[in-house]
């Protein structure tokens, strides 16, 4: 019975094209649950943007998927494999496949912008000095910085040159993932929208699927395909914006309805 439900599950990802399926995972620190039978699903090549009450548990999500946080049930499958049931070396395949941006200490403060690019290439790959020189400065461009920011530390760096620093880290092995803990968060507007637009862009060209947490609205609104919000433990709605209009749960009809649905309106309807 199992092992068919298994099965039917196995077939509706491969037609739907799940990158990341999370069933009925929970997380809970001593005596305090987080995250309570939670389920989710993310599809190749589009962008997700996940929305929640501050500690609410996104980035204890995030941490779980990425096996930071230990859960006490559920399956979490991340690029066709069970996390659960990897090997080693499967779990250091997968690793490789996916690039993350993490809320805090988004780089490292010791080490020059190239360096950093260059972390996940000396974790995981054997490479000369001068193709891992190439390469990161070929990441560097695609995020959208100068060549003079590689020998620069973090210190050194403006807010919206650190978040493309540490993106241009994510994509250092050419992930098919990307997984951003509120990348634009202390970035001005005008710095946001050019962060959103970026990451529009690479998810274009290069297929990318990308896991955006966020609580910035405009994000959700203009880079988002689709927007999972968190509450009460689990996903209370996932869906498109008109979606998120429709829900009538408190905290989304705040949220997506409240001082700011005005905005949204201008958003959508022109
Ligand atoms: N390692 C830990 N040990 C104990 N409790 C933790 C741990 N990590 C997170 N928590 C708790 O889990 C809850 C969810 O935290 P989390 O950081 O996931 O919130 P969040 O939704 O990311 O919030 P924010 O939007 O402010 O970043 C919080 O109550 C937090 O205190
Ligand atoms: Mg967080």
């Known amino acids: 019975m199992e092992l068919l439900t298994e099965r039917k599950d196995l077939q509706a990802e491969a037609a739907r094209d799940v990158v990341l399926s999370v069933r009925d995972v929970s997380v809970a620190f001593g005596e305090t649950t987080v995250l309570d039978h939670l389920s989710l699903d993310v599809y190749r090549g589009e962008i997700l943007g996940f929305v929640g009450a501050s500690g609410s548990g996104k980035s204890v999500l995030l941490r779980t998927i990425l096996g930071l946080v230990r859960k006490r049930s559920g399956t979490i499958r991340l690029l066709g494999q069970d996390l659960d049931k990897a090997t080693d070396e499967q779990r250091m395949r997968i690793d490789m496949r996916q690039g993350v941006l993490f809320q805090h200490g988004a780089l490292f403060s010791a080490l020059t912008v190239l360096e950093n690019i260059q972390v996940p290439m000396r974790e995981y790959l054997d490479l000369p ?142």
């Open 129 to 270: 000095r001068s193709l891992m020189d190439e390469l990161a400065y070929l990441k560097l461009e695609l995020v959208g910085l100068p060549r003079d920011a590689a020998p620069k530390f973090p210190s050194e760096l403006s807010g919206g040159m650190i978040k493309r620093a540490a993106l241009a880290r994510a994509l250092a092995l050419d992930p098919d993932i990307v997984f951003l803990d509120e990348p634009t968060s202390g970035l001005d507007p005008i710095g946001a929208a050019e962060f959103d637009e970026l990451v529009g862009k690479l998810r274009d060209t290069m297929g990318l699927t990308v896991y955006m947490v966020t609580h910035d609205l405009d994000s959700l609104l203009t880079a988002c395909d689709r927007i999972a919000v968190l509450g009460g433990k689990r996903v209370l709605v996932e869906g498109t914006v008109d979606d998120m209009l429709e829900c009538d749960d408190p905290w989304v009809k705040a949220y997506f309805r409240g001082k700011r649905a005005r905005q949204i309106d201008r958003s959508i309807r022109g």
